[in-house]
């Protein structure tokens, strides 16, 4: 290198300095366009996830139309117990930590609203109303929303057939409430809480074409509020 040369174009005592070199503009949109596409696509895949945890946790919890018959409050699975069960008919049975027997046998119906649609509280009192059902035997239970039985002093969880007072039609009333009721007085607690009730009903005496029993919707129970707290 010619030492000469360069001392003869800097000055002696001037340091050698090296000027940063600037970002152009096309790097710089490039790198905010590469952002934002990450940003979107997280955005979209966290959306599609829980977008199809929920739409499976409704499937599973609640059911469709292909899987499930419902009449007013009353919700029932159709191959409930079924071997040859839809996925998320097993599914549903197997979070429920229930053993039903087959749809041809038993037909199960859950309730989480009254016939109005409101949700059932032990804050209520509600009236649950029906005709004679078409079967060998059946039987009415409460639970509270997590599947639990109800304590009380009465030690009443549910009412059957053989056990409910009738009128002289054939129709039955069975109240449901915290405070004792006449009649068929089936207690909800003192808790605050939410209801279910389960209807089981076995050895239905109408089938469709294949063997699965059928519970005329006229047939199932009327749930009626009657007072609140």
């Known amino acids: ?18 000027a940063p070199s600037q970002a152009t503009p096309w790097r710089e949109e490039e790198a905010s366009h590469s952002m934002r596409s990450l940003a979107y696509f997280i ?15 409704y ?22 117990g079924n071997p040859n069960a839809d996925p998320y008919t097993k599914a549903h049975v197997a979070r429920s ?15 989480r609203t009254d016939s109005a649609g409101r949700t059932l509280t032990s804050a209520c009192e509600y009236s649950v109303e029906g005709s004679p059902l078409n079967a060998r035997w059946w039987s009415l239970a409460v639970y509270d929303e997590n599947g639990g039985l109800i304590e009380n002093p009465s030690a009443r969880y549910s ?28 207690p909800s607690g003192t808790a605050d809480q939410h209801l279910v009730l389960l209807l089981r009903i ?25 007072e609140c707290e």
């Open 43 to 57: 955005g979209t895949f966290v959306a599609a996830l829980m977008l199809g945890i929920g739409s499976a946790w």
């Open 202 to 226: 076995y050895s239905p005496r109408e089938t469709d074409a294949s063997g699965i029993g059928l519970i005329p919707g006229d047939r199932l129970p009327k749930i009626e509020r009657k």
């Open 97 to 111: 930590g229930r053993l039903p027997l087959t749809s041809t046998v038993a037909r199960y119906f859950v309730a």
């Open 159 to 186: 009412f059957n057939s053989e056990e409910a007072l009738r009128h002289s039609d054939g129709t039955f009333r069975i109240n449901l409430s915290s405070k004792a009721r006449p009649e068929n007085w089936l």
């Open 59 to 80: 499937m599973i919890e609640r059911g469709s139309l292909l899987t499930t018959t419902k009449v007013g409050p009353w919700s029932g699975w159709i191959s409930e």
């Open 1 to 18: 290198m010619d030492t000469n040369r360069l001392t003869s174009v800097l000055p002696t005592n001037s340091p050698l300095v090296l």
